[in-house]
């Protein structure tokens, strides 16, 4: 299983992007699958996740700005990031959990500054 994030750049306060996250090769048995964050200096933090069912949550501190969907067919997630904040920068990795184990994409960086 590979993960390809993408999406990321620099962007003004107030103004949004799309990451996307594509999946590679087979899986099985998803558990879920998640975004998280680290920005510099900072240790990584846990951003949104989706469940294999479905079931979705966000962080706290991106609430009514960030959602996480994905689509099935082309096996690819999603985190649509709205009203983006200078402390949103940070490189954004996401992360697939299979009842095989887990797997990290090489991350891709959000830059939010005027």
């Known amino acids: 299983v590979q993960l390809q994030a993408s999406g990321g750049g620099l962007v003004q306060p107030g103004e949004s992007l799309r990451l996307s996250c594509a999946t590679s090769?087979?899986?099985?048995?998803?558990?879920?699958m998640r975004w998280y964050r680290q920005a510099p200096d900072k240790e990584r933090e846990w951003v949104a996740a989706?469940?294999?069912?479905?079931?979705?949550n966000v962080a706290d501190s991106v609430k009514g700005r960030f959602t996480i969907s994905r689509d099935i067919a082309k096996k690819t997630m999603y985190l649509q990031m709205n009203t983006l904040e200078p402390e949103d920068t940070a490189v954004y990795y996401c992360?697939?959990?299979?009842?095989?184990?887990?797997?990290w994409g090489q991350g891709t960086q959000v830059t939010v500054s005027s």
């Open positions: 989706i469940t294999g069912t479905s079931n979705f």
């Open positions: 090769g087979r899986i099985i048995g998803i558990k879920a």
């Open positions: 992360n697939i959990d299979t009842v095989y184990g887990s797997c």
